[in-house]
């Protein structure tokens, strides 16, 4: 049985009596009744999939931009923006649809998941698997109309994207590897954009790679009496009391990548507003989790993908600042 991390009585609310049937209460999941009607039904896959929660898209959807941005240097092909954008939502949609199937073990027993539709009857295991092979049947026909590399890589990315949520029984890090999945799609977009993939997106990457372990951590946090309960495992109990440590020197890594990336993109000073816009972001997130209560830690895990957008912004708005100033 895991141990509780040495702070734990003060991160979390007082737990449930511990008698049995005051236990099994806490966790079990209300047996919801199968869906009646085809609205019913297409409603509970939009649940599954995470559809009325867009922070998970739009934290995939910015990593893409400053991909697209930084390869095209600020004038991105049209066809790419609309196939990339789209590709995001089907693929987080994926990414959901997979994790869900395999945390069927775990998201009963954790206070936050315990209601999806996999948990409590509404979706049966058979029928997300459809709605999978489905969505990554949309996302191969998105891909197929760029070129051979982009569909090459966009095979590992699935696989990354796959792999995922089976890791959190054997490893510590799925936040790493959740990093390495949301940020494959830097390498697609130069991919598509130039037919090739060079040094600066592979920066974009590793800098996406630690964004994603930062906020997921503080994500997993959320969940980790939970999660220490049901033996699964996370950088957040992995760092133990060092959590927001840990943390904080992820996000510094991540800043002063994108930093990198600033200067080797010859971005001037719109670029640095919204970096700095970034680093205040951060700062405010690590203010907000400070407690390390559940509400305070997903506060701050859901202002994450606005130091995103404001880095993507200070890009964008600064490649098209430089194309005018050229003019």
Not at 94 to 116: E, F, H, M, P, S
Not at 127 to 147: G, H, R, S
Not at 278 to 292: G, P
């Amino acid at each position: 049985m895991s141990k509780a991390p040495k702070s734990q009585a003060r991160r979390v609310a007082p737990s449930t009596p511990r008698t049995p049937d005051a236990r099994s209460a806490a966790v079990a999941p209300t047996t919801a009744a199968p869906p009646r009607d085809w609205r019913e039904r297409a409603r509970n896959y939009a649940l599954l999939m995470r559809l009325d929660k867009p922070v998970g898209w739009l934290l995939l959807l910015w990593p893409t931009y400053w991909g697209l941005w930084a390869a095209a240097k600020g004038r991105p092909d049209w066809s790419l923006l609309v196939i990339f954008s789209l590709g995001v939502i089907v693929m987080r949609s994926a990414g959901c649809v997979i994790n869900d199937y395999a945390d069927r073990w775990l998201d009963g027993r954790v206070k936050r998941t315990a209601q999806r539709p996999l948990v409590d009857g509404r979706v049966a295991p058979r029928e997300a698997l459809m709605v999978f092979a489905a969505l990554m049947l949309v996302a191969l026909v998105l891909v197929a109309f760029t070129n051979t590399l982009t569909i090459q890589l966009a095979f590992v990315g699935a696989a990354l994207a796959i792999a995922y949520p089976y890791l959190k029984r054997h490893t510590h890090l799925p936040q790493l590897w959740l990093g390495a999945a949301f940020g494959w799609s830097v390498p697609m977009a130069y991919a598509a954009q130039k037919g090739e993939v060079d040094p600066i997106a592979w920066l974009l990457f590793l800098a996406n790679v630690l964004w994603s372990t930062a906020y997921d951590t503080l994500y997993a946090m959320v969940d980790r009496d939970d999660d220490l309960k049901a033996g699964a495992k996370s950088t957040a109990i992995l760092f133990d009391d060092m959590d927001l440590v840990a943390v904080g020197l992820i996000h510094a890594g991540f800043l002063y990548a994108m930093w990198l990336v600033g200067t080797r993109l010859q971005l001037g000073n719109t670029y640095i507003v919204g970096w700095s816009a970034a680093l205040a972001i951060i700062a405010l997130q690590h203010w907000i989790a400070r407690s390390r209560q559940r509400d305070d830690c997903f506060r701050a895990f859901r202002l994450s993908h606005w130091a995103g957008a404001a880095l993507w912004v200070g890009m964008a708005v600064d490649f098209a600042r430089a194309t005018v100033e050229a003019v």
